[in-house]
């Protein structure tokens, strides 16, 4: 799970970033030539997790993991037609989504490129800005396109048919304004679209980086499932604390949970994730799965050759494990089950996958 932080000069976008993260990493800016991103793994946090590393006693406990990718600031140089340019786009294109960041603190020391303090249209202009990529990139395609269609095998001309077709159908979602991952798209026009690198096609979630003193209640109008409000100053010093000393800031300042928390769980209904657990000797381990998953591809995020050879599951939910006690228990009630190919995995199930090499 790969999550690209995207924001303008001065957004506070990598203060967010360390946020999330529990990193200390300076502000950059991007410019024409050259490109940083700065990248941190963190632990998705689950209680699950920690209380079946007490009950079977392994040698580690492995958490699900995201990926955060600090991008550096978009600026006014966005190439041909306002088009975001090669280096950016690519950096930002290569995340599962995007967070963006709007600006809500107030900072004399700190200038807003525009003058002024509205996160709502920092959010907007970011969104326009893909939807505008998006817009030149279908242009310059169909005009490919048109140029190609009527040479080549029979078989290349029906595809561009095909691909034209569909570029032609979503080029008015752009031009109402309207984001391409609310299209109505099947899995196999979602594959032809995915070396395309559309921005608008990415889900989204949005943060409004408020500053120490401000409250919530003056963004409620912005704030929704996908968009949150988040004190990045103080919560990235919270984050460099002890937890102790951290338990006792967030009292402090009203923070009835961390940020970093709230972003992955917000990240995970986003992407439509959920987790499955393995136990072994040696580790206890929680997975990121795709909701809707079978057993087989739940057996492939593990490993390829248990999908390829899956033979069957034994599956116990985690809350049935824990109301039963112990494996052992769990067994005795009937609570284990042989699930097949077809069995849809569970958010907090247990999987000890059979399969052939």
Known sequence: MRIGIVGGPNSGKTTIFNALTRSATAATAYSSGQLEVHTAVVDV????????????????????QVTYNDIAGLTGDKGRAGQIGGPLLNAIAANDALLLVGRAFDDPNVPHPNDRIDPGADLEAMEADFL????VTIDGRLERIAAQRSRGP????????HEEALLSRLYPYLEEGTPLRDATLSPEEMKLLGGFGFLSLKPVLRVVNAGDDDEDDSYSHLLDDMTFFLRGRLEAE??????EEAGEFLV???IAEQGLNR???RCYRLLGLISFFTIGDNEVRAWAVSAGSNAPEAAGVVHT?????FIR????????????????AARNQGLLRLEGKEYLVQDGDILNIRFNV
């Open 252 to 254: 402090e300042f009203g």
């Open 305 to 309: 050759d248990m999908q390829k050879g």
């Open 238 to 243: 919270i984050a460099q604390m002890a937890p």
């Open 263 to 265: 972003a992955i769980r």
């Open 45 to 64: 946090p689950d209680a699950r997790l920690e209380f079946l590393a007490q009950m079977f006693a392994p040698r580690k406990a492995v958490f699900a």
């Open 132 to 135: 505008l990529n998006d817009m």
């Open 154 to 161: 029979v078989e290349e001309r029906q595809r561009l048919a």
């Open 313 to 328: 599951a034994e599956t116990v939910h985690f809350d049935s494990l824990k109301d039963a006690g112990s494996m052992a």
